[in-house]
């Protein structure tokens, strides 16, 4: 599967962005999903995840209650809604995909090329 990542820019602080994540060559259906991000000079980290099915879905706990990933299985899409954006939100964002439900960037196969998401004071 080719994942291509879309969506990030400029925001102030509080303010809201989505990204999406266009899935080709294959079905997202058939694997579990999920958000990572990296900020300058720092290692990339997990954000978010969701099940192939969607039953279970687990967030970093920074961006509890802010963010919201989902899909759209016949529109082939992943998504990450993020409100109440802070500064330290500022990250290239990349969705990714597995045959692993894991918030181990490791176990993921299938990456898009990040986005990059700006959150100023």
């Known amino acids: 599967v080719q994942l291509q990542a879309s969506g990030g820019g400029l925001v102030q602080a509080g303010g809201s962005l989505t990204l999406s994540c266009a899935a080709s060559e294959g079905t997202l259906g058939d694997y579990n999903m999920g958000w990572f991000r990296q900020a300058p000079g720092k290692e990339r980290e997990f954000v978010a995840r969701i099940l192939w099915s969607g039953a279970s879905i687990s967030y970093k706990d920074s961006v509890k209650g802010r963010f919201t990933i989902s899909t759209d299985n016949v529109k082939n899409m992943l998504y990450l809604r993020m409100k109440d954006l802070k500064p330290e939100d500022t990250a290239v964002y990349y969705c990714?995909?597995?045959?692993?439900?894991?918030?181990?960037?490791?176990?993921?196969?299938?990456w898009g090329q990040g986005t990059q998401v700006t959150v100023s004071s």
């Open positions: 990714a995909a597995s045959t692993s439900y894991s918030e181990n960037d490791g176990r993921y196969r299938y």
